[in-house]
């Protein structure tokens, strides 16, 4: 039974990994005094890149759809390839040596996000609870949701017909972006989304603290400190 609510959630996650690994011939040239050499960092640029991308391409009559956005990663992954072919002995020396650090980033990623969807999923509403906050539900929502309508760029806002957001909205056409990849509708990839933003936070968190500290295990306890070591309410 739980399977079908955990379905649009696996999806995200395996999107996202794979758009990291994507990212990762990148990020490895780009991030090359980090310890994990960018891998944490590739999985942020995964969701971030293919968005800015496709929404520049999209303030032309070019339409932010699906077909759109699929040329985007081909590109993205055609010039991945191109980096693979001329890093690849360097990136098998860093996997073979540094593949403990791969492995606690994947199992944090796939850890973090299971752990934060499966606590949303205890809480799924889009609206204003006094009990758990969240009074900016409603507009984010209407953001996301009128970005998977959107074709053209600068988007229209869903409050006043005929304007333009006041408001930054770039991360919520994040999210919009790989709803549109993994077809997924917006009630779901609202809370899909905040599983992936705690998923990353986790990661990232780690990276920065075995960079810091050059040890995995105060990498993770940084993470635990940022991300799970507060007051769970204000």
Same mark, same amino acid.
């Given at each position: 039974m739980m399977m079908p609510v955990f379905t649009p959630l696996l999806i995200w996650l395996l999107t996202l990994d794979l758009l990291g690994w994507l990212h990762f011939p990148l990020c490895f040239r780009v991030a090359g005094r980090l310890r994990d050499r960018g891998l944490a960092l590739s999985k942020l640029a995964g969701a971030f890149f293919p968005a800015y991308v496709a929404w520049i391409l999209c303030h032309s009559p070019i339409p932010h759809t699906r077909t759109t956005l699929v040329a985007v990663l081909a590109a993205i992954a055609l010039f991945s390839l191109f980096l693979l072919r001329h890093d690849w002995q360097a990136i098998r020396t860093f996997l073979k040596l540094r593949w403990p650090a791969a492995l606690v980033l994947e199992l944090v990623f796939w850890l973090g996000g299971l752990g934060a &969807?499966?606590?949303? %999923?205890?809480?799924?509403?889009? +609206?204003? *609870?006094?009990?758990?906050?969240?009074?900016?539900?409603? %507009? *984010?929502?209407?953001?996301?949701? $009128?970005?998977?309508?959107?074709?053209?760029?600068?988007?229209? *806002?869903?409050?006043?017909? &005929?304007?333009?957001?006041?408001?930054?909205?770039?991360?919520?056409?994040?999210? %919009?972006? #790989?709803?549109?990849?993994? +077809?997924?509708?917006?009630?779901?990839?609202?809370?899909?989304?905040?599983?992936?933003?705690?998923? /990353?936070? @986790?990661? =990232? $968190?780690? $990276? =920065?603290?075995?960079? @810091?500290?050059?040890?995995? &295990?105060?990498?993770?306890? /940084?993470?635990?400190? #940022?991300?799970?070591?507060?007051?769970?309410?204000p």
């Amino acid at each position: 039974m739980m399977m079908p609510v955990f379905t649009p959630l696996l999806i995200w996650l395996l999107t996202l990994d794979l758009l990291g690994w994507l990212h990762f011939p990148l990020c490895f040239r780009v991030a090359g005094r980090l310890r994990d050499r960018g891998l944490a960092l590739s999985k942020l640029a995964g969701a971030f890149f293919p968005a800015y991308v496709a929404w520049i391409l999209c303030h032309s009559p070019i339409p932010h759809t699906r077909t759109t956005l699929v040329a985007v990663l081909a590109a993205i992954a055609l010039f991945s390839l191109f980096l693979l072919r001329h890093d690849w002995q360097a990136i098998r020396t860093f996997l073979k040596l540094r593949w403990p650090a791969a492995l606690v980033l994947e199992l944090v990623f796939w850890l973090g996000g299971l752990g934060a &969807g499966w606590i949303r %999923a205890q809480i799924p509403a889009i +609206a204003f *609870d006094p009990n758990w906050y969240g009074a900016e539900k409603w %507009a *984010d929502y209407a953001l996301l949701s $009128s970005f998977l309508r959107q074709t053209r760029f600068p988007p229209l *806002d869903p409050w006043l017909a &005929g304007f333009v957001p006041n408001y930054y909205y770039f991360g919520h056409l994040v999210w %919009a972006t #790989i709803a549109k990849i993994t +077809a997924t509708p917006p009630n779901i990839a609202y809370n899909t989304a905040l599983a992936m933003i705690v998923a /990353l936070a @986790l990661t =990232l $968190s780690v $990276s =920065l603290g075995y960079h @810091l500290f050059r040890r995995l &295990g105060l990498g993770l306890f /940084l993470a635990f400190l #940022i991300m799970l070591g507060g007051n769970i309410k204000p």
